[in-house]
C-alpha cells in the first residue's frame, strides 16, 4: 500500500528526513513513532502530497505520490496533527460539505456521511455545532472526515494529542475497529497505544529510521529482554558474585534501595530464564527471597533504547 524509497526532506540546510525507506502491507496498522522533532509529520506531509520532497520517491496504492499525486491522494483519509475545523456549522454539515469537497454527490454522499459518524460514534452529536464539541469529539470529527471517502489508506497524525485517557481509550477502540477495513500508519507517543493495536512498527529519530520490525520482534531483541528482577538478602558482593556465574547470566546490575533488602537486575542471553537456577542458589546459601520474577519488556522501553539522548 506505501512504498517510500530514500526520501529525503532538507529545510535549508537542516535535514528533517534523511534518506528513508519503508513500506507498509495492504490491511496493516503501521505505528509510525519518534521523539518530538524527529521527522514524522514531515515523513505524513510528504506521502499525503502536502510537502514536495527533497529526493527520493514515494507510492501510495500503486500511485506516485509526486508524479500522480491527485491519484495517490483519493487512496488516502489524512487526519492532520491539529485538525482545522470549522467552529460555527454543525457535526453532520461540516462532513458533508467535506463529502461534497472529496467528490460525493445525493445519496452516495449522504450514506457515507452517515457510515462516517456510526463508525465514530458521532451519531448523537450530529446537530451539534462543533464549537461545543470536547476535544475528543473534535477529534472523531477529524477522523470522520479523513475515511468519508472510504479510503483504503489512513494517514494518522498524533490522534490522541490533548485527550485524556478515557479518551485516548476510546480513539484507541476506534482506530482497532479502523484497522479491520483500512491499511494505517498512525504516528503518536502513547506507545502502550501502539503496542496494542499496531502489527508493525517504525521508530525514527533525527530524520532517519532506527526500526521497524513488529512490536514483539522489537521487545524480543532488546538488549535487556526479560531480564530478572530479584529482592533478596544477604551478602550483596557474595550474591551478586553467585549470580554472575549462572550460566546465560550477561550482567547482574545492583540497584539502590533504601532497605535491607538487595535489588538486582539479572540480565540473561534471550530466550532464557535462570530464575530456577536464582531460587537454587538461594535455598542453598540461605539468602532470603521477597520477590523473584521476570520483568515484561515494553514497546516503551525499546523506544528509549533506541532514542535516548545520553
Ligand atoms: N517548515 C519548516 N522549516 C524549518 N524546519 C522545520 C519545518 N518544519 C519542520 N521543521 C523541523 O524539522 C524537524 C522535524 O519536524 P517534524 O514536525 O516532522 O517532527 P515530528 O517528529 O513530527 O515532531 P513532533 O512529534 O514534535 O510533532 C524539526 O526539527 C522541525 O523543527
Do not use: E
Given at each position: 500500500m506505501i512504498e517510500v524509497q530514500n526520501l529525503t526532506k532538507r529545510y535549508g540546510r537542516f535535514t528533517a528526513v534523511n534518506n528513508i525507506s519503508f513500506e507498509v502491507g495492504n490491511g496493516q496498522v503501521v505505528?509510525?513513532?519518534g521523539p518530538n522533532g524527529a521527522g514524522k509529520t514531515t515523513?505524513?506531509?510528504?506521502?499525503?502530497?502536502?510537502?514536495?520532497?527533497?529526493s527520493g520517491k514515494a507510492s501510495i496504492n500503486g500511485f506516485d505520490v509526486f508524479k500522480d499525486s491527485i491519484k495517490a491522494r483519493r487512496s488516502i483519509g489524512y487526519m492532520p496533527e491539529n485538525v482545522p475545523l470549522y467552529d460555527d456549522v454543525r457535526v453532520k454539515e461540516y462532513l458533508s460539505f467535506r463529502a461534497h469537497l472529496k467528490g460525493l454527490?445525493?445519496?452516495d454522499a449522504r450514506n457515507h456521511v452517515g457510515d462516517a459518524l456510526e463508525m465514530c460514534g458521532l451519531q448523537h452529536m450530529r446537530r451539534r455545532m462543533?464549537?461545543?464539541l470536547s476535544k475528543?469529539?473534535?477529534?472523531?470529527?477529524?477522523?470522520?472526515?479523513?475515511?468519508?471517502?472510504?479510503?483504503?489508506?489512513?494517514?494518522?497524525?498524533e490522534p490522541t494529542n490533548g485527550l485524556d485517557p478515557n479518551q485516548i481509550r476510546s480513539i484507541r477502540k476506534l482506530i482497532k475497529r479502523l484497522g479491520e477495513?483500512?491499511?494505517i500508519l498512525v504516528s503518536t507517543h502513547i506507545l502502550s497505544e501502539v503496542e496494542m493495536v499496531a502489527d508493525h512498527v517504525v521508530i525514527v529519530d533525527s530524520g532517519k529510521i532506527k526500526a521497524s520490525d513488529t512490536p514483539e520482534n522489537l521487545i524480543r531483541n532488546m538488549r535487556a529482554a526479560g531480564h530478572i528482577e530479584l529482592e533478596v538478602r544477604g551478602d550483596a558482593a557474595i550474591i551478586q558474585a553467585a549470580l554472575e556465574r549462572i550460566d546465560n547470566v550477561k550482567k547482574v546490575i545492583a540497584n539502590p534501595t533504601h532497605t535491607d533488602w538487595?535489588?538486582?537486575?539479572?540480565?540473561?542471553?534471550s530466550g532464557t530464564d535462570s530464575r530456577e537456577k536464582v531460587a537454587?542458589?538461594?535455598?542453598?546459601?540461605?539468602?532470603q527471597i521477597r520477590s523473584l520474577h521476570r520483568h515484561k519488556s515494553t514497546l516503551e522501553e525499546v523506544f528509549v533504547e533506541l532514542t535516548r539522548q545520553d
Open positions: 505505528g509510525f513513532l515523513t505524513l506531509r510528504m506521502l499525503t502530497g502536502f510537502l514536495p520532497p527533497t454527490r445525493g445519496r462543533i464549537k461545543t475528543g469529539y473534535r477529534q472523531r470529527v477529524g477522523l470522520a472526515d479523513a475515511l468519508i471517502n472510504q479510503p483504503p489508506l489512513l494517514v494518522l497524525d477495513k483500512h491499511t538487595l535489588n538486582f537486575s539479572i540480565l540473561c542471553d537454587q542458589l538461594a535455598s542453598q546459601y540461605g539468602w
